[in-house]
């Protein structure tokens, strides 16, 4: 079956610093999205990317998606104590099919 | 935040008793899901519904069952609890956007401990 791998599994990062996490699947996808969950709380969806090669940002965040369509990558630049979190991957291998997510990064912020 | 409530939120239960957790949508939408999270598995699907007494399994489906007799309310019923349920289960939903794809909501979450 389709299989989504993160990596790192965990990142800690000084504040102010930035970092990448990667996202790779084993089949081309039709879209991926991300997720991110706070401690104790519930995946929140942050976006969605669907064409080939597109890069996406929010604030400081640069989501990009890649050119053949199995991997991804999340950016975050001068991160902040509010980036703390497990970030996660998902992808769809169709348009309407189930999401399958990947293990997360767990994001920790060193003041 | 998608109007989503899962009951119970926290639940202690022992081994070999049934358990049902139950999500209720206002949002109308077609698709529920229920997910279970754990260290080190991220999310993973236990069943899904795409209509009302329509459902199908997830990757991770055996000791669980669903049902949906309305559009709003998706029971995960665990007919005989086990030590490797204990989990925290998310119910979600979703509305195909068609060529882009599902966007899926999350409720807060059921913390279940099976003793």
């Known amino acids: 079956g389709q299989q989504v791998m993160q990596i790192p599994q965990y990142q800690h990062v000084q504040e102010g610093e930035d970092f990448t996490t990667y996202c790779n699947s084993s089949?081309?996808?039709?879209?991926i999205q991300w997720y991110k969950q706070r401690p104790g709380g519930h995946p929140v969806f942050l976006i969605q990317l669907v064409k080939s090669g597109e890069v996406k940002k929010q604030k400081r965040l640069t989501f990009q998606f890649g050119e053949a369509k199995k991997n991804s990558s999340l950016h975050i630049t001068a991160t902040q104590t509010t980036d703390v979190g497990t970030y996660f991957c998902a992808g769809e291998r169709a348009a309407g099919n189930k999401l399958t997510f990947g293990g997360g990064t767990r994001v920790l912020v060193k003041p | 935040d998608a109007g989503i409530t899962q009951s119970p939120r926290h639940k202690v239960t022992e081994t070999g008793t049934p358990v049902t957790l139950r999500c209720h949508q206002t949002?109308?939408?077609?698709?529920m899901y229920w997910y279970r999270q754990d260290p080190g598995h991220g999310l993973r699907l236990i069943h899904y519904s795409y209509g009302v007494k329509d459902t199908d399994k997830g990757e991770v489906s055996d000791g669980y069952s669903v049902s949906r007799s309305k559009t709003e309310d998706f029971l995960l019923t665990l007919e005989s609890a086990t030590s490797s349920q204990t989990s925290v289960y998310f119910c979600a939903i979703s509305e195909t956007t068609g060529i882009t794809g599902n966007t899926i909501y999350f409720g807060e979450g059921s913390w279940l401990t099976v003793v």
């Open positions: 949002e109308n939408h077609r698709y």
């Open positions: 089949t081309t996808l039709s879209n």
